[in-house]
């Protein structure tokens, strides 16, 4: 069960909706705007913010800084303060698993199988706000996140920064204390496991076969990330038709683009101007 104490949904000072189970969610005839809140053993909150807007964006965050920080996590207004698209910021429930949890990638724990509910989630909202199109992002943890959910919507663009694509690849410090906290695992043979059988932790995997999505892949070019989840995953898609990167140095090691570039970056895919079809082909 989640840690009551860790989360508290009152410090973002906005009105909240409770639903008390995915079901409910599921059916329910209006989705009001600000903090949607699915109840169950970790509750799924939710920032929902629709505009009227033709793009939705959809907002994965990071790690969290710091053990034992407050839950929910709402990040990447920065990013998209400049303009009014309909806004969907995600937090990730598999932290709630325990106080000290700061990497979950939104893979969800025993009690949440959180890659096969948050899909449904996210056409719910998607649908209720209205867009033609749909953008998911998020550096690092919510980059993996990105990839992941994007390509069960044919059509959208997923805005990776940093991301981890294979999971056995980042510190194995992570790995275990995640599997432990969400999925009980004790010993290395169990955490093995879970990332083989209660969740997809290989983008590889998830890609098989076509690229229904498209992939704009953000890279700093030092960050250790390049070898170990860029390239394997760049090179095990089928087609690159529909994916382009950004790689440049914005310092040592894994560090992500100042607010101000990604704003851009961010802004320029979401522009009504722009041509998703025509971007990529090069047009």
Not at 53 to 73: C, D, E, R, Y
Not at 181 to 192: D, L, P, R, V
Request: glycine share 8%.
């Amino acid at each position: 069960m989640t840690n009551s104490n860790r989360r508290d949904v009152s410090r973002y000072a906005r009105n909240q909706t409770v639903f008390s189970s995915l079901n409910e969610f599921l059916s329910a005839g209006h989705l009001p705007s600000e903090i949607l809140s699915i109840e169950g053993a970790q509750p799924l909150d939710i920032f929902y913010l629709p505009t009227g807007s033709a793009t939705t964006i959809v907002s994965f965050h990071a790690a969290i800084a710091g053990q034992g920080a407050n839950l929910p996590m709402f990040s990447g207004f920065k990013v998209t303060q400049d303009w009014m698209p309909n806004q969907i910021f995600i937090s990730d429930p598999g932290l709630l698993a325990s106080d000290d949890l700061t990497i979950g990638w939104f893979s969800g724990t025993r009690d949440l199988p959180l890659q096969s509910v948050l899909p449904k989630v996210l056409s719910k909202l998607i649908d209720a706000a209205g867009g033609s199109r749909t953008l998911f992002w998020g550096p690092s943890a919510g980059g993996f996140a990105a990839l992941f959910y994007s390509r069960f919507f044919p059509g959208s663009l997923a805005v990776p920064v940093n991301p981890q694509t294979i999971l056995s690849n980042f510190n194995i410090a992570h790995q275990r204390k995640y599997t432990k906290a969400a999925f009980g695992a004790e010993t290395a043979e169990q955490h093995e496991k879970v990332f083989a059988t209660r969740l997809c932790s290989d983008l590889r995997d998830h890609y098989d076969g076509e690229t229904p999505n498209y992939i704009l892949y953000v890279q700093n070019i030092t960050d250790p990330h390049v070898e170990l989840h860029m390239n394997p995953f760049l090179d095990s898609l089928n087609s690159l038709n529909r994916v382009r990167t950004i790689m440049d140095d914005w310092g040592a090691g894994h560090v992500a683009p100042a607010s101000e570039h990604l704003r851009e970056i961010i802004g320029s895919m979401s522009s009504p101007d722009t041509d998703w079809d025509r971007y990529f082909s090069g047009n």
